[in-house]
């Protein structure tokens, strides 16, 4: 069965100090993975997502960057955190075609900026 | 721990018909209660979401009432629409709503289908 791993689970970080969030899933090949925010008021959002490897996509201009070293391994990243990157994050995975599959969801980071 | 248990799917409907799917919650104290919509072709989206006991959530003709004494939080709609196809994902968060980084817990999600 397909499984997905997600840390650390709680991630405490000064300001202008790097990030690496990582993601893997077990069980399948080439899943479709993103990376998801929890933002104030607004519910999730979709960050980045990839359907291959080295392939990433990104909705929204930020300080992070994605990266798909692997065909099962999603990372997060920052080279200067910022307060407002402080949130939940979220990897997910799906099978074939993008954006059409039930996502199946880690279970989650919790990043503070101080 | 906190979690969500949702009606298995997938769900298939005729246009009009009336919808419910099913979730209930385990959680210590007073979660707030969200469902989530992902359509063909993009990403994730907050649907509605119910912050206290007794509070209804609606959006697009969809309702869900907060059930604390059943624990529940299903989501209905009077009449369905093609457009309505997706799939469908309850969750609850510990925190209020309004602070950044509520941690969410996810149940598995239900995909409908409506066919005309």
């Not at chain 1, 969030?21 to 990376?35: A, D, F, I, K, M």
Request: glycine share 8%; with cysteine; net charge negative.
């Amino acid at each position: 069965s397909q499984t997905i791993h997600q840390w650390p689970a709680t991630l405490v970080q000064p300001v202008g100090s790097p990030l690496s969030l990582e993601c893997t899933v077990e069980g399948t090949s080439n899943p479709n993975l993103y990376w998801y925010r929890q933002a104030a008021g607004r519910g999730l959002q979709l960050l980045f997502y990839s359907v291959g490897i080295g392939q990433i996509s990104s909705e929204v201009p930020q300080n992070l960057s994605a990266s798909r070293p692997q065909d099962r391994q999603f990372i997060l990243s920052s080279k200067k955190l910022l307060l407002s990157d402080s949130g939940f994050y979220l990897c997910a995975w799906s099978a074939h075609k993008i954006f059409t599959e039930k996502l199946f969801f880690g279970s989650g980071t919790q990043l503070s900026v101080l | 721990g906190n979690s969500v248990t949702q009606m298995e799917g997938p769900v298939t409907l005729s246009e009009e018909a009336f919808l419910t799917i099913n979730c209930t919650y385990t959680a210590t104290g007073y979660p707030s209660l969200f469902w989530y919509v992902q359509y063909p072709g993009e990403g994730l989206q907050l649907l509605l979401k119910a912050t206290k006991a007794d509070d209804k959530g609606s959006n697009k003709g969809f309702e869900a009432t907060y059930r604390k004494e059943t624990t529940s939080f299903h989501l209905e709609k009077g009449s369905v629409q093609v457009s309505d196809s997706a799939v469908y994902f309850c969750a609850l968060s510990d925190q209020a709503p309004e602070t950044s980084g509520s941690r969410l817990t996810f149940g598995e999600g239900t995909q409908l289908t409506v066919n005309p």
